[in-house]
């Protein structure tokens, strides 16, 4: 079971942030997740659509110009970081899911994945917005695409049409046989978010591929600390 730092890893450090991708890496982990949304045409790596919960200020992300928007601390000095900064200190020894947490995303982060020959085996894409997805794959049948569901059962027929390599599932709304329909389709399986090591046991016993964690460190007795290769398995 392969341990995905969230968010970076946002149990150690401000979210999404330069930080918590070098703090993870620091501890092992060589996989991350994080989130891009499209703002004023530029991809900022951010989950939110509003500032309130990650900074000391309030309103839409919108509501405020790009420029400073780059200069909002999110905590430690950490701003919020363009894609294109991030992607550029990345680890070559790491794997990157980008999530697109809004829509109008796919298009532009495959056109800089190739601006920056970003190697697409370095790459999962995944979103809850699968039109998003639609999107990317009609663009680029190659590289990897990683379904998001929380507790809306999945449609298989549709989840082949995409032709993912992997199905993330919320652990609130754990559905065992979708679990079980993922795996004979062939799909790498993961879950999010698992901070307590009770559950990251269940998951290693359930025979999950990969968790997504805010605290990595707890997720050394159960995990894999390695990357997330396109079309290997992680069991």
Known sequence: MICIGHRG????????TILAIQRAYGLGVRTFEIDVRNVHDALL???DPTLDRVSDRKGRLSDYPLIDL??????????????????QKLPED???NIELADYSTGKKVLELLGELSFDHRRVLISSFLHPE????????TDIPIGLLIGHHPCDFHFCRSLAPISIGFEIDYFDKNAVEMAKKAGLLTMAYTVNDPRDMRDMKEMGIDAIFTDFPERAKPFCRFEPLFHGRKTK
Not at 70 to 87: A, F, N, S, V, W
């Open 45 to 47: 790596v951010f989950h």
């Open 9 to 16: 890893a946002a149990g150690i450090a401000p979210e999404n």
């Open 70 to 87: 780059q200069e909002i601390d999110l905590g430690e000095g950490q701003k919020i970081p363009l894609l294109r900064e991030l992607l």
């Open 94 to 96: 790491t794997t990157i």
């Open 133 to 140: 997805l639609e999107i990317v794959r009609s663009l680029d």
